[in-house]
Nanobody
Framework: QVQLAESGGGLVQAGGSLRLSCKVS????????MGWYRQAPGKQRELVAT???????NYADSVKDRFSISRDNAINTVYLQMNSLKPEDTAVYYC???????????WGQGTQVTVSS
């Protein structure tokens, strides 16, 4: 079983910064991908950024110049540093984890990020 513990969401003014953290516990295999997705009201859940156990990253075009994803393999934790936040970044952010050898994804409970004008 895999469990995800998220933290770091909150309210921030436009132009500000926020860092999300997600610690993964349980059956973490060598090959895996950690990432962040978000869902705004009335929209589909969308990919924000992912990072593999090998360090390869992938970003949505809307955030690639402002957000940075990283991970600490020693403690199985993924981070999302969000800079220059905009009101349109307001969403529930979900941590995601999957072992490469398995198909089943795991999700955090979600953390609210609200960016005010």
């Amino acid at each position: 079983q895999v469990q995800l513990a998220e933290s770091g969401g909150g309210l921030v003014q436009a132009g500000g910064s926020l860092r999300l953290s997600c610690k993964v516990s349980g059956s973490v295999l060598r090959g895996n991908t950690m990432g962040w997705y978000r869902q705004a009201p009335g929209k589909q859940r969308e990919l924000v950024a992912t990072v593999t156990s090998g360090g390869s990253t992938n970003y949505a075009d809307s955030v690639k110049d402002r957000f940075s994803i990283s991970r600490d393999n020693a403690i199985n934790t993924v981070y999302l540093q969000m800079n220059s936040l905009k009101p349109e970044d307001t969403a529930v952010y979900y941590c995601n984890f999957r072992n490469t050898a398995w198909s089943l994804p795991y999700w955090g409970q979600g953390t609210q990020v609200t960016v005010s004008s």
